[in-house]
């Protein structure tokens, strides 16, 4: 048997504990599907998707794979038909993040989903696993996107202590197969991975956003306020981890300003995501140099861990 099959595989119906990161509109059917073709667990954005948006990309991923998926679901954000739609087309996974889910997680258990709630502390790992959760991800303030305050190294061991043995997945800064090896050894049953699945074929980019990717390092990130005060996001306890732009670097000293600026920045912002020049991704961008077809890429990290822990 795999050293990779962990328990986790079993609960989720998959063979290797790779998991992609439900990304919001940066996802597309091909990349949920190409992922759990491989043996991970692709994932749906829910994010920013009405209820009809959303229940065209399920059905179209269930065209592309027979083999289990999830949809992502930001509590604190939630679109109540987008939900719904989720609940009622028995996606097999449901993944949950900032935010109280009691509710949420009995409603996905009625329809016989499992439910993966990604936390950033180990308080909330408790809650979370209070509330039902049969996976808890713990994520660090590396990763991309919306993110805590902890490091994956000392958030994972510590998660793990808390949650009385529900499973736990590590995301935040890994991107190739040292990444699941070390959080393999910190006791974690596998890996939630955001920011490499961007740079695939299949992840929807904006511009040239996969270009800044491959060409980033891990010490050109930043994570601040600036995206959520901008487009007027209430998004309790949470940074936006970007690459640095020019537009970051213009503002970056006036934080005071970002939320009363926000009518002057917007299309400023909006017009440099749209053409990638503003990339939202983690530290991980400096492990990432090629575009590699998202199940090639499960396949080699996997490949990478095995040799590794050998
Ligand atoms: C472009 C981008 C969009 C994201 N959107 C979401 C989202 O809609 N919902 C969510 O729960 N997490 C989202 N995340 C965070 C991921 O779930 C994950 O925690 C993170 O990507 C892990 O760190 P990594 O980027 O270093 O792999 C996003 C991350 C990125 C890079």
Known sequence: MSRLQTPVCDLLGIQIPIVQAGMSTYTTPELVAAVSNAGGLGIIGGLFRDADELRDEILKVRQLTSRPFGVNHVVSQLDSGAIDVTLELRVPVLSLAWGKADEIVRRAHDAGMKVIHQVNTPEEAGRAASDGADVIVAQGAEGGGHVGAMSTLPLVPQV?????????????????????????MLGAQGVLVGTRFL????????????????????????????????????????????????LLDRWAQRQQDWALAAEQIRPSLEAALAAGDFVIAGESAGLIHD????????????????????
Do not use: Y
């Not at 080699?300 to 590794?308: K, S």
């Open 160 to 184: 793990i202590d808390v949650v009385n043995g529900v499973p736990v997945l590590a995301a935040g800064g890994i991107a190739d197969g040292r990444g699941l090896a070390a959080v393999l």
């Open 199 to 246: 740079a695939t074929p299949e992840a929807r980019g904006r511009g040239h956003s996969k270009d800044v990717i491959l060409n980033a390092l891990g010490s050109q990130t930043v994570a601040s306020k600036f995206f959520d005060d901008v487009l007027g996001l209430r998004w309790p306890g949470a940074l936006v981890r970007s690459i640095r732009n020019p």
């Open 291 to 310: 575009i590699v077809p998202a199940g090639e890429l499960v396949a080699r990290i996997a490949r990478e861990a095995e040799a590794l822990l050998g």
